[in-house]
């Protein structure tokens, strides 16, 4: 499938998980085919939650309100089942079935639950057994969370993807597992058109890895643009220090004050008092 236009598309969503403060108001965002996009925020700026959404996890207003790859990213399940979305957190489970989502960490090997995927390009398996240096017979309850999360990515990956969403997940690599998946990930971008949003905390190296950025604050779309048209980053010497002085700026803002609940369910948005609203709390949650 051709993309036409952007793979991710956000129009003016609304979204909250308390019905009185919402996390997201008049929201929007485009993605274009191939980039390979840094989510940048603070702790509970958001980010999580906005990949969620994206990865068709909340119900979030109509049908057009969030797509991806031109589909609904919460109705058009086919996305996700199909392998054409990818998501990838922070969370070490896997979905099976009735069961839901259950830990990566039984008494069972990484070569059962690798090659326990079916219709997976052999060549693109060994590729990333190789590439995340997992040992298949490593047992899910006795290894490192290290190991853990390279068994989680690979079984991830083994599908190729149209677009890849990511939630810190490199965290627990070591240095030279992360920087053989950045490089994995780009030949994804580039040789395959793929997309790819990156959540993360940690900078180091992203500064030619990725195409563009997102700064969200609150909930608020605070910056997006191409890295290479970051005027910040041309006056300092990494990505780091960049969103070091976004969010240190952040603290010094002033602190919102106590509204009363009534009154700010009045002022936060016209959709309030409606049945239908976006929320996590509609039940609306896969």
């Known amino acids: 499938m051709t993309i036409i236009g952007d793979s991710i598309k956000v129009n003016c969503m609304q979204f909250s998980y308390d019905y009185q403060t919402p996390l997201f108001f008049d929201f929007s965002l485009n ?3 191939g980039s390979r996009c840094l989510l940048v925020g603070a702790n509970g700026s ?3 939650t906005l990949l969620k959404i994206l990865a068709g996890k909340h119900m979030v207003g109509g049908r057009d309100v969030v797509r991806v790859l031109d589909f609904s990213a919460f ?10 979305l990818a998501y990838l957190g922070e969370s070490w ?3 099976a079935g009735s069961a839901g989502d259950i830990p990566l960490q039984g008494d069972f090997s990484a070569q059962h639950m690798i090659f326990g995927v079916e219709g997976v390009d052999p060549v693109r398996r060994e590729k990333l057994i190789e590439l995340l240096d997992i040992d298949l017979q490593w047992r899910m309850h006795k290894v490192s ?3 853990r999360r390279r068994v989680q990515i690979c079984l991830g990956l083994l599908h190729p993807f149209k677009v890849l969403l990511l939630d810190e997940v490199t965290v627990d690599l070591d240095v030279v597992a992360r920087m053989d998946l950045l490089e994995f990930f780009k030949e994804e971008c580039e040789q395959r058109g793929a997309t790819i949003v990156y959540a993360t905390h940690i900078f180091d190296g992203l500064e030619s890895w990725a195409t563009h950025l997102v700064y969200i604050q609150d909930g608020v779309m605070k910056k997006t643009e191409k890295l290479s048209e970051l005027q910040e ?4 010497p990494n990505l780091l220090s960049v969103v070091e002085s976004w969010l240190r700026s952040e603290t010094k803002t002033e602190k919102k004050k106590p509204v009363n609940p009534q009154t700010q369910a009045t002022k936060s948005s016209p959709f309030d008092s409606s049945p239908f609203r976006s929320s996590r709390h509609m039940a609306y949650y896969r």
């Open 46 to 48: 958001g980010k999580t």
């Open 233 to 236: 980053l041309k006056n300092s």
């Open 31 to 33: 993605i274009a085919p």
């Open 93 to 95: 489970s896997k979905s």
């Open 75 to 84: 109705h058009d399940t086919h996305l996700v089942c199909g392998g054409d």
């Open 145 to 147: 969370d290290g190991q």
